[in-house]
């Protein structure tokens, strides 16, 4: 899983460096602190991740290409928030918001993942249907929102342009 030769592997180390940059935005973020190198590693990780979620053999749709459509969604409108609209205004409310709803897609998809693959994880939610597989990805839901506040709040308008 982890053999960066392999389509999954490339796709996993993706996903693991998306998840690692975006929790330094989202720090950025609650900080107030705007780090060019970090957000875009991330914004590129981040669409990369869910681009080669579709580039798996498949029959019809699955719960996975599903979420990669939203990631993806949320990307495109997040990206033009920062470059285009340089998060002036309520831009950078939907910059603040984009970036914390892609981190926790990304943080969602690597929760299924584990109960999927690590063997004590699967034995208490073998079908991701059971109590201990809702809580896990609430507890992490109730963590984003309340970072989501925090990102929001934190959030610096950028300097005004000279004229």
């Known amino acids: ?12 180390w993706l996903s693991l460096i998306a998840i690692a940059t975006g ?9 107030g602190r705007d ?8 914004l590129a990780t981040a669409f990369a991740t869910s681009a080669t979620g ?7 749709v699955l ?14 409108v997040t990206v033009p928030a920062l470059t285009h609209f340089h998060r ?3 831009w950078g409310l939907v910059y603040a918001i984009g970036i914390v709803a892609s981190q926790w897609l ?3 998809v690597a929760i299924a993942q584990l109960f ?31 970072a989501g506040i925090a990102a929001v709040r934190g959030k610096r308008p950028p300097a005004a342009l000279p004229a």
């Open 1 to 12: 899983m982890f053999d960066p030769t392999t389509w999954t592997g490339f796709h996993t």
């Open 116 to 146: 999927a693959k690590v063997p004590a994880l699967k034995a208490l939610a073998p079908t991701q249907s059971e109590p201990p597989f809702a809580i896990a990805q609430g507890v992490v839901l109730l963590l984003f929102v309340l």
């Open 63 to 76: 719960p996975s290409h599903i979420v990669g459509a939203i990631a993806l969604a949320v990307l495109a």
């Open 88 to 90: 002036a205004g309520r």
């Open 35 to 42: 780090r060019r190198g970090w957000t875009v590693a991330f």
């Open 54 to 60: 579709f580039g798996f053999p498949f029959n019809g």
């Open 23 to 31: 929790f330094i935005v989202m720090a950025d973020l609650i900080a």
């Open 106 to 108: 990304l943080v969602f």
